[in-house]
């Protein structure tokens, strides 16, 4: 069973190091990103799993995909989604989260519940990145997608059209959590175990922003 430190490493050695950006401070403490999952519904034994969690997005928002997409396309990855447990499509604005970074999706374990939660975007599919110009390793995480940078008179910003950005969510972002997932899920991350076989609980945190990759534990 991997001990904490090296459990820390493996899920920094799977972010994608261009994007990888380290523990970050957060306008919200990593005790308030673990007890929101007690806001999804309870796991019982009879339950089909991963659970759909859809809110409504906030005025001006909206989903690039919907919930029913989402299972469909884990569905499609067969056992790649064992010990998944909840899919929350949350329904906040994405800079609410973190102080001058536009939140994308997480992957968060705690306990037993192991939850995808995605964010809604902007309705004119507009990224916000950053007040000065963005970096060119920034902006090749999304040139795939998106080329479209745009000057607002106060920041910068990418342009996404709805179906470059419904391809970015579903295809590679979401495919990016269940990658994470997996590889912790298979390396039983969920806990260790003391000598005397109690369980210690595991929790991370594997959150994807505009700016990059960040690990909160």
């Not at 790649?80 to 609410?96: A, I, K, N, Q, S």
Request: charged share 25%; net charge negative.
């Amino acid at each position: 069973m991997p001990n904490r430190k090296e459990s820390a490493k493996r899920r920094k050695d799977n972010a994608n190091s261009d994007d990888f950006l380290g523990s970050g401070t957060y306008a919200e403490a990593p005790r308030e990103i673990f007890e929101r999952l007690n806001l999804l519904q309870s796991i019982e034994p009879t339950d089909v799993t991963p659970i759909l969690t859809e809110d409504a997005a906030p005025p001006d928002f909206y989903f690039p995909v919907t919930g029913i997409q989402v299972l469909a396309k884990l569905h499609s990855l067969n056992l790649h989604t064992e010990g998944m447990t909840h899919v929350w499509l949350r329904g906040v604005r994405p800079t609410d989260c973190e102080l001058g970074d536009s939140r994308l999706a997480e992957c968060v374990c705690s306990n037993e519940t192991r939850a995808l939660i995605l964010y809604p975007w902007a309705s004119d599919g507009l990224l916000p990145l950053t007040k000065g110009r963005p970096s060119d390793r920034q902006l090749a995480r999304f040139a795939q997608w998106s080329q479209e940078l745009i000057w607002d008179g106060d920041s910068w910003g990418l342009k996404f059209a709805r179906e470059d950005l419904r391809r970015f969510v579903i295809d590679y972002l979401l495919l990016e959590q269940v990658r994470h997932h997996l590889s912790s899920f298979s390396h039983g991350n969920s806990g260790d175990a003391t000598p005397s076989g109690q369980l210690i609980e595991r929790r991370y945190a594997i959150i994807w922003s505009a700016c990059g990759v960040r690990i909160v534990e």
